[in-house]
């Protein structure tokens, strides 16, 4: 069998093509240069109902027209490769390109349906509905939920992967991409590695795909769990003030004193693990998403006991008995469930990840703290919260449903920048060889890993590296969309 | 003002304080010892000999007593030896086994207050000159980032903020989002794949900057200040973007338009000034977070600075030397603080310290 | 060199024997050379003898002067007979000299020994010491010097001494201590040793890195600071992980100038870039070096692309996945049942190591730890492969659901090829979880993690390996090994002279080291240095010697 081209039978129509496209674009920014240099001014523009409207075109006008077509070629045979990689069968016709994208058709088809729901409805959405109004919003959105599709589908759903990310295939070490895979027919393998081998000749594609659910498996969370820390923490700081606001300013300044390599080094380190101090810092963290839950419930419903008392008991239960499973895990330092009782502990968790997971949330939560302070001590003073407190409501309820909702923005906005920030911290680890086992597929690890050999083979390297970019880059791109479109309201 | 620095004197102690005694316990959990004295022993010693090992070095006294010898507020541990026939002293402020009339003779008290920063078990070499060093080649790494990295960051800035929403806004913007979405260790390394390995073949910068701590030129110095400098320049420049969109449609440059002065004029006699102090504030507190990049740019590169030095500690466990670092790193983080506070009010007009 | 032996006395026996076996084709032409000079033989005679013509000396067209920059990294140092590494011995080789040399070759040079003579059951060993040769403080060197030193390995006490196990025969047991009568100075250039059992190992062990001799003054301090020696360069600076920096001694007279040339520089920087290869390329192609202390995997081919020579040393230096049978994994001991290590073993295809982790370039090994190039290697065939019945074995031991974690530290070969392993036998249908450690880490628990791989250094002889890491109770056995009946055999073959003879019972040994599943040992490494083409003597070195007198730049 011949390993794949690129673009296999549709390269000679879509190459030129998108070649062109390419070549249009280049030649009309340059000429959109040179004649806004030379002082040309668009044409005129003359007002019809309301509507501006060109009347006559100047050579600066066409050229900014050149440069939407050419985009739009570019993007038009862009789709086409996702529908050809999606309709025809054979890889060798659709070529490595086509064939990737057809790999993600899951991936495209729920994008799909995700924007045409989400625009038709847009306007009982609120803000996440807003976000369909900003293109910048939109292409970051895309990107995100893209990455989000690929993980849970190729993750736990095992769609798109074409190979087990941690097999290694004698003979496709450092492979180019395309590659066939001896006797694929005979061992049940898919026959082509498309994105080439790695250095232990593993499938770079497969693991490409896997590596976004790791990702997404620790950064969200991670990050969500920081929220909780910082919220509840940063709540009462900053609307009490005084002496707690003092002490509680003081420890996360301290943290953030730090230089967080140096956490790093001092708290994921197999020593470290061995004392059991991430397991107990597990479980102070883990406590409190509990309590922010029963407090925000309780704060709520207080005056409505009948309703209150098994809301919240059937809440602490589920939350207490999840709680538990986590921080419980046989043969460490936090080993208290009796054998008999060892069927409640409902799942494990590996102690690489749980480390990293404590660490990062670790790391990010004072600057949440500092954060949600902050918006706290802006927002009680305004009126409404003075009305809720002539309303005699509680403080915790002013807290949670006065003054939180109205500092969800900023949040929000933080909140995606801050994803990204935690992929690329969970990266850093990789690259000190700290953290998650050296096998596992995250982004940063294979980074790291491919390095190594860039100077001979980029392709091992490259799809992790522009994975991890072109996610957090969405991630940032979502949260200027949110802003902008927050700072509307 | 006076008590203003007192309070934040005192914060900053405060600080350091408890941050050392963090280090200075994580360092001590006996795992942690157990590897320091396999790695300054031998690899193949048994429990015994690890206790014995850390014994004679005072490493067994309880935490307290061992972190205030360290302050320098309790006198330093001693051991006595029958050697040779004689009794030779060993002890913290002690170089090596001395007789014990000299030992009586040395000073009691030997920590950070006596200006004694300690000895690294790894370096072997007095912390103080290995700090020095180290900090001074980090300072020149730094320097020169900033001298890239800020310029371009407030040209990127102002340019884009000029005018919201424009192309070059876009464009920019983009750019700006791109490079802080990009970490030290994606971008460095395409940075060498691209400009300094044969395979591709520019070969126009070297890809490590080992020589640059001597002898520093454009050639083995750039990819690394340049690594340091893109990751950090995106976000400034967005900090100065979005103050000199806010400043741009502020109501006295509306009305310095209409009254007719020209757009570059406007920009710079009217819009610069206000639009630069929340960037500074940004810059400032840039410091701490550079840190982070210098410890891997300096792997990459093995331009063997504060950051590689923590690197180097943090993986032998090598306790003086990790306290000595973030002593440091504490002080800079807090002064920067202090020095971005400060500037905020001395370009702003409207606040003052007190 | 007129007469074939180092001392003038007739050949010794045996090494007629060899040279016969050799020219019939049953030795190696290394394992002639080792096994002849090792029994006093020069190597010019010994050249003679196997009908070989003498290889041309690699310094020549050396120029007097210049600086080398060599990448390597820079440890603290330590008293000699305790190093551990051979980074270590490379810098105080500068200033300290050592009996003999392990050549590339595989033949032994007499250095501070001017020759040695064996008797023909290896129990008496007379040594001849170089005349003319001064410390560089004045003093002159004497047997009695000699003598200080070879107590001082056998001080058996001593925290971390490793020589110890390398003369082991010349110890007294109750004391630890060299034995009475075992090291006889019978003049001023003469002395005797008289290990307690025949003994064919200790010429190779006076080889080892860790052999350096010292002054008699010396008394276990970092040896910067006190460089008293015999070496021709003296240590100008040194900075653990940056860099150490040799220079001409200016005021001693060398005694091998005379006797094999050199030195030649004027100074020499070994400058740390860290572990990671990646960083060596780096610092290769930024001309910040001249020379590599090792290239490894991919990295070879780049390093040939970019016009650097090439300089290779075929060796018995491999890497050994093992269990440990002693460890205890929550309350029980996994890898105590040979079953379980068996089937281990049984799941691993050691080619694919080799190809996987190590680009192929290498052998593939048996899993016993003996070597085709050592003079001793009895062929007993190669080690099977055979999942199914691996998978099958391991369910009749009761541990097919089994978690094994695999520990590795982190780096290019090492890593890769216990990947490979992991990786094989999660497809034999086992519960691998792998581990990889960086290497300041990784050192502190070595012997005792229950599962996982290290490298070894090879050895002239097989015997030499087996007694380090094998026998019961010794500092390097990692796989917790202890089999009297191993033990038994190993000494036997210790006190066999005769190659062909002791590779009866080698035989045994090896399969018994299969049969009991101590190691999956997948493959023996070939090693590579680069350098550019203006270094001379710089040639790769089976057990990473650098030796400072040799080296310089072309004229």
Known sequence: MEPLTWTGALGPVLTPLMMAAVALFLLALVANWGLSLAGAKSGEIAYENGQAVLVSRSPLDYSMMAMKYAILLFLACCLAYIVAGMAIPDPRTKGIIGTVAGRFAPVWIALLVTFALSIWFKRRLGLYGKLFDSGIGMVGFAIVMFWVFAAIFGGPLDLIVTHDPLNQISGLKNEPPGSVVPNAAEDGYYPYYLLGGDNLARDVFSRMVEGAWEVMKIAPFATLFAFMVGITLGLPAGFYGGRLDTFLSFLANLILAFPVILLFYLLVTPEIVETGIPVYMAAVLFLFPIIFVSVMINSRYYTQPGFRTPVLAVVLVVLGWLYLSLVHQSGTKIDFLPAALSGLDLFDIPGGILVVFVAVMFVNSPTVFRIVRGLTMDIKTRDYVAAAQTRGEGVWYIMLWEILPNARGPLIVDFCLRIGYTTILLGTLGFFGLGLPPESPDWGSTINEGRKLLSIYLHPALPPALSLLSLVLGLNLLADGLREESLRD | MGLFFLRRLGVMILTALCLTFIVFFLTNLYPNLEKLAKTQGNMRMTDAEVTQWLDNRGYLQPMPVKYAQWLGVAPGWTREFQQDGQTVVTGRCLDGAVPAAEAAEAPRFCGILQGDWGYSTVFRDSVASIIGTRLGLTGYLMFWVMLLMVPSALLLGVLAGMREGSRTDRTLSTFAITTTATPEYVSGVILIAVFASSAVGLRWFKGTATAAMENPNFENFFLPVLTIALYGMGYIARMTRASMAEVMTAQYIRTARLKGVSFPNIVMKHALRNALIAPFTVIMLQFPWLLNGVVIVETLFNYKGFGWTLVQAAGNNDIELLLAVSVVSVIVVLVTQLISDIGYVYLNPRISVT | ?555
């Not at chain 3, 110890?171 to 201590?177: A, H, K, Q, S, V």
């Not at chain 3, 190779?204 to 890195?209: E, L, P, R, S």
């Not at chain 3, 050592?374 to 659901?401: K, S, V």
């Not at chain 3, 002889?461 to 191993?486: D, I, K, M, T």
């Open chain 3, 1 to 555: 060199m007129t007469h074939p032996t180092i001392n003038g006395k007739p050949v010794h026996p045996a090494a007629r024997m060899y040279a016969r076996e050799f020219r019939e084709g049953k030795l190696s032409r290394r394992e002639f050379l080792a096994r002849a000079t090792s029994l006093g033989v020069t190597a010019a005679g010994a050249y003679a003898l196997g009908g070989l013509a003498q290889p041309a000396r690699a310094t020549e067209g050396a120029r007097d002067g210049g600086t080398l920059r060599v990448q390597m990294e820079v440890r603290a140092l330590k008293d000699p007979r305790t190093a551990d590494w051979s980074q270590i011995a490379n810098i105080y080789r500068g200033w300290l000299d050592y009996l003999v040399e392990y050549q590339a070759d595989g033949s032994f040079k007499p250095m501070l020994l001017e020759s040695w003579e064996i008797n023909e059951d290896a129990t008496e060993y007379r040594l001849q010491v170089r005349q003319g040769v001064t410390w560089n403080n004045g003093d002159a060197f004497t047997a009695e010097d000699v003598a200080h030193n070879i107590r001082r390995w056998c001080e058996r006490d001593v925290e971390a001494n490793s020589m110890a196990a390398r003369v082991a025969s010349l110890i007294d047991d109750e004391t630890g201590l060299a034995r009475e009568g075992a090291i006889e100075v019978t003049g001023d250039h003469e002395l005797i040793l008289r290990p307690s059992v025949p003994d064919i190992t200790l010429i190779a062990g006076f080889a080892d890195y860790p052999a350096a001799v010292v002054h008699p003054s010396y008394n276990g301090e970092n040896p910067v600071d006190v460089p008293i020696g015999t070496g021709p360069y003296l240590p100008e600076s040194h900075e653990v992980g940056i860099r150490s920096v040799l220079v001409r001694n200016p005021d001693h007279s060398w005694w091998g100038t005379e006797v094999y040339g050199g030195p030649h520089l004027d100074r020499i920087e070994y400058i740390d870039f860290g572990t990671d290869p990646a960083s060596w390329l780096a610092a290769a192609e930024s001309e910040e070096v001249d020379m590599l202390y090792e290239s490894v995997g991919e990295f070879i081919e780049i390093l040939d692309a970019i016009g650097w020579t090439k300089s290779e040393a075929v060796t018995a230096n491999t890497i050994v996945i093992r269990p440990n049978q002693v460890a205890e994994v929550e309350g029980m001991r996994p890898y105590e049942d040979a079953r379980v290590r068996r089937a281990l073993a049984m799941a691993v295809d050691n080619s694919v190591c080799l190809e996987l982790g190590y680009s192929g370039l290498g052998t593939v090994a048996e899993n016993h730890h003996v070597c085709p190039i050592h003079p001793e290697y009895a062929d007993i065939g190669p080690a099977p492969y055979d999942p199914e019945g691996a998978m099958a074995l391991m369910e009749e031991a009761g541990m097919a659901d089994y978690e094994h974690e695999l520990v590795s530290i982190d780096d290019d070969w090492r890593k890769n090829t216990t990947d490979a392993v992991a990786a094989q036998l999660r497809d034999a249908g086992m519960n691998v979880r792998r581990t990889v450690l960086p290497g300041s880490t990784f050192w502190n628990d070595w012997t005792k993690f229950p599962f996982s791989s290290t490298n070894w250094n090879m050895r002239p002889l097989g015997v030499q390996v087996l007694a380090l890491a094998y026998r019961s109770g010794e500092a390097w056995n990692e796989c917790g090994y202890a089999n009297p009946e191993f033990d038994s055999k190993l000494a036997e073959a210790l006190s066999i002279a005769d190659a062909d003879q002791r590779r009866e019972v080698m035989a045994e040994i090896e399969q018994l080291l299969r049969d009991d599943g101590v190691i999956i040992q997948p493959y023996w490494r070939s090693i590579y240095r680069h350098y550019t083409d203006q270094v001379v003597g710089a040639d790769m070195h089976p057990t990473f010697e650098i030796h400072a007198y040799k080296l310089g730049l072309a004229a």
